[in-house]
Every structure is written in structure tokens, then in C-alpha cells.
């Protein structure tokens, strides 16, 4: 038994360590009010972009003076996209007309767009191989 949990302890000091030390810091502009969140998705490659409740990790955010801020730490380096909209009446899902036109503003990183769709993951990745604060325009 010792020699097994010796084992299992040099394994653990020897495996190299994934960097999770790198942090996103994100502003959100162009918001018409401070009204309702913003709702903001980080997504990894594998993850479903850019659908609602499919991100790697979701927060929900105060707009303060047309301003959303978040700050994801202990990431792993790699490509992240962020996908962000204005819940203006705080009903969790970005609103749409009968066209299938959205109608709470949004935005995406890299500040991507599409005349008709989301821009793809690749359009809107951002590659952390360090800590990094970007800012994204909701439209």
C-alpha cells in the first residue's frame, strides 16, 4: 500500500502541469441602457458555438453605464471565442422577431459579424497562449 501511494505521488510530481494561470478580461460596449444583463458565453473549439447554454463557461452580467465586465481566470492555454447579448427584459434568451432577426443587441469577439448568421468559431477566436483583456461592441 505505501508503495503504491508513492508511486501515485511521484506520477502527480512528475505529470506536467496544464497553465491554468492565464486570465480574459473583457469589456462589453454599446449598450442603448443599463437595463436587464449581459449574457456572456466563453467557448472552446469542441464546445457548441455559439448556442445558448452550450458555452465552456456562461456568466450573466451587470451593465453599469452601458459597460458589461467579466474577468475568466485559470484558463488553459488555447483558442476561446465569446459570444455576449444584451438580455435587455431579463427573460434569458436573445430575443427575435418572426424573421429570425435578433432583436436585443449582440456581439461576438473579434468583434465578427455576419449579414445573416453568427460568424464561424474560427472568425471570432481569440488564441490565449497568455492573459489578455480585449473589448467587444454589442450591435
Given at each position: 500500500?505505501?508503495s503504491?501511494?508513492?508511486l501515485?505521488?511521484?506520477?502527480?510530481?512528475?505529470?506536467?502541469?496544464?497553465?491554468?494561470?492565464?486570465?480574459?478580461?473583457?469589456?462589453?460596449?454599446?449598450?442603448?441602457?443599463?437595463?436587464g444583463?449581459?449574457f456572456?458565453?466563453?467557448?472552446?473549439?469542441?464546445?457548441?458555438?455559439?448556442?445558448?447554454?452550450?458555452?465552456?463557461?456562461?456568466?450573466?452580467?451587470?451593465?453599469?453605464?452601458?459597460?458589461?465586465k467579466?474577468?475568466?481566470?485559470?484558463?488553459?492555454?488555447?483558442?476561446?471565442?465569446?459570444?455576449v447579448?444584451?438580455?435587455?427584459?431579463?427573460?434569458?434568451?436573445?430575443?427575435?422577431?418572426?424573421?429570425?432577426?435578433?432583436?436585443?443587441?449582440?456581439?461576438?469577439?473579434?468583434?465578427?459579424?455576419?449579414?445573416?448568421?453568427?460568424?464561424?468559431?474560427?472568425?471570432?477566436?481569440?488564441?490565449?497562449?497568455?492573459?489578455?483583456?480585449?473589448?467587444?461592441?454589442?450591435?
Amino acid at each position: 500500500m505505501k508503495s503504491f501511494l508513492l508511486l501515485a505521488i511521484l506520477i502527480s510530481l512528475l505529470s506536467p502541469k496544464k497553465n491554468t494561470n492565464i486570465s480574459l478580461s473583457l469589456q462589453v460596449t454599446g449598450f442603448s441602457s443599463n437595463e436587464g444583463k449581459a449574457f456572456i458565453g466563453l467557448y472552446r473549439p469542441q464546445d457548441k458555438w455559439p448556442e445558448i447554454n452550450k458555452q465552456f463557461i456562461g456568466k450573466v452580467v451587470v451593465i453599469e453605464n452601458g459597460i458589461a465586465k467579466i474577468t475568466f481566470e485559470t484558463l488553459e492555454k488555447g483558442y476561446y471565442a465569446i459570444a455576449v447579448f444584451h438580455d435587455r427584459n431579463r427573460n434569458g434568451i436573445l430575443d427575435k422577431n418572426m424573421l429570425g432577426i435578433p432583436v436585443e443587441k449582440y456581439g461576438f469577439s473579434n468583434n465578427a459579424r455576419e449579414t445573416f448568421s453568427a460568424p464561424s468559431f474560427q472568425s471570432a477566436a481569440l488564441n490565449l497562449d497568455k492573459s489578455k483583456w480585449i473589448s467587444i461592441n454589442v450591435k
